[in-house]
């Protein structure tokens, strides 16, 4: 059976970056802490567990110490916070989202208020929202825009580094058509793109596409649901554990594809263990 890899696949330079970060720390010997999951991705998770790198959900439950700021990006407060209480603030932040931050904020100094096309809920959008200031909003969808009034105001947008160019684009216009002035920076990152695009081009070709990343992964989960609607039989799975060789004892060619924040050992492990049935 041959194995086909999607490419790009797996994490993107700011994942990598991020746990080249804190396994150069663990290797210096510090005692690291990260502020939730450094990564979607229960294995990637729990191997720095095993290294010593501990997880707390908030400040209040570390006393003293490195804590690690995501590469999402972290609200401005959470590290005003962890630098007031004593703590060494490791920066892991991506430089892509670190430029959102930068461009956000000069756009409110300049007067313009504000707009963020994201997900409210995501903590990418809440540090780069805290960049902005007081003066921002965020826009996730076209019913949001019409909740604002937008006359005679300077509106500056950027948009988490996830969107798609389409909603960006969508936004974009309509807030255009209502606002006296508009500055619109396009701050889509296009790992997550990349990695759809080479999962849609590849499924087609394959008898059974795998999917490998966190079940908790978001981006995971969307590469699945575009390999299904390719009408493939696609099967997402964490771990090589979990595949089962009766489901594809019929296959000649399988894909593999995996999530921006799936390391390259799990990805390496299956395509073994796949080539290996
Ligand atoms: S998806 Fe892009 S912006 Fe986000 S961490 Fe990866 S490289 Fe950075």
Redesign the pocket.
């Known amino acids: 059976m041959e194995v086909l890899v999607a490419e790009p696949a797996g994490v ?4 990598r970056r ?1 746990l080249e970060i804190v396994e150069s720390e663990v290797r210096k010997g510090r005692k690291i802490v990260t502020l939730g999951p450094l990564i979607h991705n229960p294995q990637a998770v729990k191997r720095l567990e095993e290294k010593g790198v501990r997880v707390v959900n908030g400040i209040e439950e570390m006393c003293g110490g490195a804590i690690v700021m995501p ?2 990006g972290a609200p401005k407060a959470v590290r005003e916070t962890a630098e007031r209480a004593g703590l060494q603030v490791i920066d892991a932040t ?4 670190a430029k959102v931050h930068r461009v956000a904020r000069k756009l409110a100094e300049h007067g313009y208020e504000v707009v963020v096309i994201g997900d409210p809920g995501h903590s ?1 959008v809440k540090g780069i929202l805290s960049a902005a200031g007081e003066n921002a909003v965020v826009v996730s969808s076209t019913n949001d825009v019409e909740k604002h009034n937008w006359a005679a105001k300077k509106v500056g947008i950027v948009c988490q ?2 969107q798609t160019p389409e909603h960006f684009g969508e936004i974009v216009g309509l807030i255009a058509m209502r606002a006296a002035e508009v500055v619109a920076h396009n701050t889509i ?1 296009y ?2 793109h990349d990695r759809q695009s080479a999962a849609r081009n590849l499924a087609p070709k394959v008898d059974a596409m795998f999917v490998v990343g966190g079940r908790n992964s978001a981006n995971t989960n969307r590469l699945a649901e575009i390999c299904r609607e390719s009408g493939v039989r696609t099967y997402h799975i964490e771990t090589a554990d979990e595949i089962d060789p009766q489901a594809i004892k019929d296959c000649r060619i399988v894909g593999l594809t995996a999530g ?1 924040s799936t390391p390259d050992w799990v990805i390496d492990e299956v395509k073994a263990r796949l080539e290996a049935l």
């Open positions: 993107c330079y700011g994942v991020a590469s999402h991506c430089p892509f989202v990418e580094t996830t990152c790992a997550t921006a």
